[in-house]
């Protein structure tokens, strides 16, 4: 199931979206094993995901740094040194004090983190992510920072099947993007598109999504 469902979505994907960028498709892992991780990476997953600390320092040693590593998850501040070096890019950066944490620590051990900066698009409680109306300023302070690369932005979209207003709010998430990279050439990745929205935020113009649902079946949180 996840080799065929991993074949039709590569074959299935637009290669670039409407403004010519390549879409990059990263696997969202958490609550998968690492045999059916691996199985996804042998069917052509190059990038994987994951939202939980103790999950990714579990499977490490399995998977390995052949895949490309994300982090997509909320970080806290305590767990970066686990992911430090580990992780090609940072999803997630939603607040000022792990901005600077991962400044802080990445600097000490002498490397760079990429990372991107989480937007609350939707503006909702219960997600992280800076306001769209505060993105501009928090961007150009994170930029200051040593040790850090900003590399593009990063958006959940909410739940609803409002598919117009999901659309209005991905079309924001692409302004603020292209706003962001007219000024700073090492802007290249808008990360936004989950299972239920993805073709839609490509079409909007982002040109990384990541999915779990899709590829590995529905989670059962259960276990
Ligand atoms: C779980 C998760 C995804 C993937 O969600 P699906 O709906 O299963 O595709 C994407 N991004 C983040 C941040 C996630 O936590």
Redesign the pocket.
């Known amino acids: 199931m996840i080799e065929n469902n991993v074949k039709k979505l590569l074959s299935e994907l637009p290669a670039i979206n409407p403004y010519g960028e390549k879409v990059t498709l ?1 696997a ?1 892992v ?1 609550m998968q094993s690492p045999e059916d991780i691996l199985r996804a990476v042998d069917a052509g997953i190059t990038d994987i ?1 994951d ?1 939980h600390v103790q999950e990714f320092r579990d499977k490490y040693d399995k998977i390995g740094s052949a895949p490309r590593r994300h982090f ?2 909320r970080l806290q501040t305590n767990k970066i040194k686990y992911l430090l070096g580990k992780i090609d890019l940072y ?2 950066v939603d607040r000022m004090n792990l901005a600077e944490e991962l400044s802080k620590k990445s600097a000490e051990k002498g490397i760079t983190s990429n990372i991107l900066i989480q937007i609350n698009i939707g503006k909702e409680a219960s997600k992280g992510g800076f306001a769209l109306e505060e993105a501009q300023t928090a961007v150009e302070n994170i930029k200051a920072l040593p040790g850090l690369k900003v590399e593009g932005l ?1 958006a ?1 979209l909410p739940d609803t099947d409002d598919k117009d207003y999901l659309y209005t709010l991905a079309k924001k998430m692409r302004k603020l993007y292209e706003d962001l990279k007219s000024r700073d050439g090492n802007i290249k990745y808008l ?1 936004m ?4 929205d ?1 073709e839609l935020c490509i079409e909007a113009g982002s040109n990384m ?8 079946g ?2 059962n949180y259960n276990v």
């Open positions: 990263v969202a958490k995901g939202n997509i998850g999803h997630s990063m959940m990360s598109g989950m299972s239920g993805y999504i990541r999915l779990g649902t899709a590829i590995f529905k989670r």
